[in-house]
């Protein structure tokens, strides 16, 4: 696993609060070795889940995000591009913002969550920085004070990898462009990865849509 994240399942306790669910859930020897199978059949995507204990994050039901290996691949860019004051869209476990407030270039940290109940659930146990401040609202309507702008931007409110998404994110690209300081960074959950999925797709119509992976 990356080093950079934390064990998820130290972090956040297991808890229930109206829509949201933190439980945490192991993975045997067995269901690891089926992920690595999955993981070579697919070549060598990060699929893989080493046995132990994780972290899961649902609303109503619907798994939003877990601390598993591909969850840290797929987040390990914006903790590289993070520098400034950054904007992010979706608190989750509140994963990627222990490795991005340990970076000393990082002044202010921004994280805007749509759901009370997982502001209310998580909120306790995310680090106690005074350079960090979570905001309820919707990333769609919420406008940020007049003149403010971010060095980093990330939009991570999806619960799975569809090509779907893609127009959300063109949205909230546009929508944010302007917010953004020259030299900066603007990212959404797996963006790169759709955009050549559906280069591939258009080129070959029977490849279909892309899901997410095991345990999201």
């Not at 070795?33 to 990060?46: D, I, K």
């Not at 869209?89 to 490795?99: C, N, R, T």
């Not at 000393?104 to 759901?115: H, P, Q």
Request: charged share 25%; net charge negative; with cysteine.
């Amino acid at each position: 696993m990356t080093p950079m994240f934390p064990r998820m399942a130290d972090k956040v306790p297991p808890g229930v609060l109206g829509s949201a669910c933190v439980d945490h859930f192991e993975v045997s020897e067995e269901a690891s070795n089926s992920t690595m199978l999955r993981s070579l059949r697919a070549g060598g995507r990060f699929d893989f889940v080493p046995p132990g204990v994780y972290a899961r994050l649902s609303i109503n039901g619907t798994v939003m995000m877990t601390d598993t290996p591909m969850e840290r691949y797929t987040n390990v860019g914006v903790v590289s591009e993070a520098h400034g004051h950054v904007l992010i869209a979706g608190l989750g476990l509140g994963m990627i913002l222990w490795p991005i407030l340990a970076k000393s270039d990082v002044t202010e940290v921004t994280v805007i969550e749509k759901n009370p109940d997982v502001v209310d659930l998580v909120l306790p146990y995310v680090p106690d920085d005074l350079r960090l401040g979570v905001l309820e609202g919707d990333i769609y309507t919420w406008d940020p004070v007049k003149g403010v702008k971010f060095d980093t931007i990330y939009f991570d409110i999806w619960a799975d990898i569809s090509e779907d998404n893609l127009s959300e994110m063109a949205t909230l690209h546009r929508r944010f462009g302007r917010r953004l300081n020259p030299g900066g960074w603007m990212g959404s959950w797996r963006k790169e990865h759709l955009v050549s999925e559906r280069r591939r797709a258009r080129q070959d119509p029977f490849r279909g849509t892309v899901k997410c992976g095991t345990f999201r």
